[in-house]
């Protein structure tokens, strides 16, 4: 048996986590969690030569770019470190569906219709979203975005159900009513929104009227729920 004798030159092995998520650069906030890192970080990280000739594990978070991507991993091979990357750079919901003319405004990804009145969409942060441009923190979603995500995937319930229908008529959205109800932090995170869009009254055309009930989910669990009444 050897024994070996650690003075103020002996140095353990650094230990350099090699499995984590990668967020926009105006998430910084959550980066405090060696686990999560910004765009930025990252590049830093993988300059540094800490994670040559290690495989990497990266987890894409919100507001991540596929521009963001490829000089990720273009700064990762130059580094000698391999990235494997789970997830993707989801593309936004179409423009006429949740009513928004910018890009960047676009707060839904994978837009589906499951079922009868039943829909499902993923949570996309853009970095330049109007409603991020002046949020402190960045270690979580404002609630602000919340409602305009619950709101998008409203107006994009009744496209896919009911404007389908009458594509040359053009309807407004207005709601009457509205229960939030916020059970934790969402975080800069994938995360999910469900809704069930159920007619009240679809006799007049003129006058629709709907109730609609979604949920924010993350990491399997609600965030919000959320019941609104439209006419």
């Known amino acids: 048996m050897s024994v070996v004798r650690l003075d103020s030159t002996t140095r353990a092995p650094e230990t350099v986590a090699t499995t984590f998520v990668v967020v926009a650069d105006r ?3 959550i980066s405090a969690d060696d686990r999560v890192h910004t765009v930025s970080g990252l590049v830093a990280l993988l300059r540094s030569g800490r994670l040559a000739d290690r495989e990497l594990t990266v987890h894409l978070g919100q507001g991540v770019t596929r521009h963001d991507l490829d000089y990720l991993e ?4 130059t580094a000698g470190a391999r990235l494997r990357v789970v997830g993707e750079i989801a593309e936004p919901a179409r423009r006429h569906h949740v009513h928004k003319y910018q890009h960047s405004n676009v707060l839904l990804a994978g837009l589906t ?5 039943v829909f499902r969409a993923d949570l996309r942060l853009d970095s330049d979203n109007e409603l991020l441009l002046d949020h402190q923190t960045g270690e979580h979603v404002q609630g602000i975005v919340v409602i305009e995500a619950v709101r998008q995937l409203f107006l994009a319930a009744f496209e896919l159900e009911y404007g389908v229908r ?3 008529e053009h309807f407004y959205i207005v709601w009457n009513n509205v229960d939030l109800r916020f059970t934790s932090f969402l975080f800069p995170l994938p995360a ?6 159920t007619p009240v009254s679809v006799d007049d055309p003129g006058k629709l009227q709907f109730v609609i009930e979604t949920e924010v989910r993350q990491f399997g669990k609600a965030v919000t729920a959320h019941l609104a009444e439209s006419a």
């Open 74 to 77: 273009h700064v990762g091979q």
């Open 27 to 29: 998430f910084l906030g």
């Open 192 to 197: 999910t929104l469900h809704a069930r869009l």
């Open 113 to 117: 219709r499951e079922n009868e009145n």
């Open 166 to 168: 009458r594509p040359q």
